[in-house]
């Protein structure tokens, strides 16, 4: 299958899914969104054993394109929640995709870009890395990821990034239990490969039955939670704060948020 907003490569056992559009920071569009689903679904029916998900550029992922984020004005509320179970079956394609999966950061990965980092079974991060879910700076809502972030790190540590919307770097993200290892940038390949190749040298078997099995112990709590989560993405994306956010990153300026009491 030919993509254009990602580049598949093989090696061995080793399956490797590059975002490529590092003229954005490999910022999301829908149609990434989708070959990058696509490209999960190939691996999952693949002889692969092991997924490296990585960026081009500069950057691993900035999240969602405001470019695409800018046009929600046009959109019917059908509309924004097919938009927002596109990005559900995404997260979800991820986390429960049979092979082993490995993020390899060298950038900044932002919002969206952050969930796709941490949803997968190892994240490893040069030090200048960044992470955050900075959706409330925009007037968004953190809704899908902050599922999958609970999971990992428990509510009382998620509502300190969820709600304050800050970067944080990759040592914290370690402390945190984000990121499996701090990685010096020269050094990134080399300890992603030996990674891989550990992985693939385990039974495939093995590993696709150990992650259904962590899957299915989260299933019923996830099922409402992304459920939950799509019915606030979608409605996040016709509020009077998200327009104003959004306009407010792209004219550079401080955003006016409707009302006193932050409500739109």
Same mark, same amino acid.
């Given at each position: 299958?030919?993509?254009?907003?990602?580049?598949?490569?093989?090696?061995?056992?080793?399956?490797?899914?590059r975002l490529n559009r590092p003229e954005?920071?490999?910022?999301?569009?829908?149609?990434?969104?989708?070959?990058?689903?696509?490209?999960?679904?190939?691996?999952?029916? =693949?002889? $692969?054993? &092991?997924?490296?998900?990585?960026?081009?550029?500069?950057? +691993? $992922?900035?999240?969602?394109?405001?470019?695409?984020?800018?046009? !929600?004005?046009?959109?019917?509320?059908?509309? *924004?929640?097919?938009?927002?179970?596109?990005?559900?079956?995404? +997260?979800?394609?991820? #986390?429960?995709?049979?092979?082993?999966?490995?993020? !390899?950061? *060298?950038?900044?990965?932002?919002?969206?870009?952050?969930?796709?980092?941490?949803? $997968?079974?190892?994240?490893?991060?040069?030090?200048?890395?960044?992470?955050? #879910?900075?959706?409330?700076?925009?007037?968004?809502?953190?809704?899908?990821?902050?599922? #999958?972030? &609970?999971?990992?790190?428990?509510?009382?540590?998620a509502r300190g990034l969820l709600l304050?919307?800050?970067?944080? /770097?990759?040592?914290?993200? #370690?402390?945190?239990?984000?990121?499996?290892?701090?990685?010096?940038?020269?050094?990134?390949?080399?300890?992603?490969?030996?990674?891989?190749? @550990?992985?693939?040298?385990? =039974?495939?078997? =093995?590993?696709?039955?150990?992650?259904?099995?962590?899957?299915?112990?989260?299933?019923?709590?996830? /099922? &409402?939670?992304?459920?939950?989560?799509?019915?606030?993405?979608?409605?996040?994306?016709e509020t009077a704060d998200f327009y104003?956010? @959004?306009?407010? +990153?792209?004219?550079?300026?401080?955003? @006016?948020?409707?009302? !006193?009491?932050?409500? =739109?």
């Amino acid at each position: 299958m030919s993509y254009e907003t990602i580049v598949v490569a093989e090696d061995g056992w080793v399956r490797t899914i590059r975002l490529n559009r590092p003229e954005r920071r490999n910022a999301m569009t829908p149609q990434m969104q989708n070959e990058l689903i696509a490209a999960l679904d190939d691996a999952a029916a =693949s002889a $692969c054993r &092991v997924v490296v998900l990585e960026g081009a550029g500069e950057a +691993f $992922c900035s999240g969602l394109d405001l470019s695409v984020l800018q046009k !929600a004005k046009e959109k019917s509320a059908a509309e *924004h929640r097919e938009d927002a179970e596109r990005v559900a079956r995404l +997260f979800r394609t991820l #986390y429960e995709l049979p092979k082993a999966t490995i993020a !390899a950061v *060298h950038g900044a990965a932002v919002a969206g870009g952050t969930g796709l980092a941490t949803i $997968c079974d190892f994240t490893l991060a040069v030090p200048g890395a960044k992470f955050g #879910y900075t959706e409330a700076r925009i007037g968004f809502v953190p809704a899908l990821v902050s599922a #999958y972030l &609970v999971l990992q790190i428990g509510e009382k540590q998620a509502r300190g990034l969820l709600l304050t919307g800050r970067l944080f /770097d990759a040592a914290e993200a #370690y402390r945190l239990g984000l990121v499996n290892e701090v990685v010096a940038a020269e050094d990134l390949g080399t300890r992603v490969r030996a990674l891989a190749e @550990v992985l693939a040298a385990n =039974s495939p078997e =093995s590993v696709r039955a150990t992650k259904r099995l962590l899957a299915a112990q989260r299933k019923t709590w996830l /099922d &409402v939670a992304i459920e939950l989560g799509m019915e606030a993405n979608a409605g996040s994306r016709e509020t009077a704060d998200f327009y104003e956010g @959004v306009t407010a +990153f792209l004219e550079k300026r401080k955003p @006016v948020w409707a009302g !006193a009491d932050g409500e =739109s």
